[in-house]
């Protein structure tokens, strides 16, 4: 994670090709087994889909997550909105991960961005969920290896 507070980052090596990468990331079943299976979600620009996880009340988080296909650039780039969908406004968060060929595998550069640097729930947010996205990119590369 970089030290930048509006933000999360993480670079990951996966020793398989970007095409299979991609189906990991954009599969609603594969996405099932390593983040949260999503329901009605396409790699399809302007695609809503929705995805339940664990509330936390404490971050003010429903556990309810609706989401939008903002970019996808197959397979080099999926671009999501990502929202509280119980929220009495969005969340104004943007997750994208960027595949780059490298040797026989695959570099993915993942991004959370739009944490206000100044709310201290935000900021605990952002603490949370940076674990939270250490370890689904960890199960992305169980799923990965299984495949």
Avoid: C
């Avoid at 396409?42 to 939008?68: A, D, K, L, W």
């Avoid at 969005?90 to 040797?103: A, H, K, N």
């Avoid at 729930?121 to 952002?126: D, G, I, K, L, T």
């Amino acid at each position: 994670m970089t030290d930048d507070t509006t933000r999360i980052e993480l670079d990951q090596f996966y020793p398989h090709p970007p095409a299979k990468v991609w189906r990991a990331l954009t599969t609603p079943e594969l996405m099932g087994q390593w983040m949260m299976r999503p329901v009605g979600f396409e790699p399809v620009v302007g695609t809503v889909f929705e995805m339940t996880t664990q509330p936390m009340p404490g971050q003010n988080f429903s556990g309810e997550i609706r989401g939008r296909v903002l970019e996808v650039v197959e397979p080099e780039l999926l671009t999501l909105a990502w929202n509280d969908a119980r929220a009495e406004q969005d969340t104004g968060w943007v997750i994208s991960w960027t595949l780059r060929p490298e040797g026989h595998g695959t570099r993915v550069l993942f991004s959370h961005s739009g944490f206000d640097p100044e709310d201290p729930v935000m900021q605990r947010a952002r603490s949370i969920m940076g674990g939270g996205w250490r370890g689904m990119h960890d199960r992305l590369g169980s799923v990965l290896a299984a495949a």
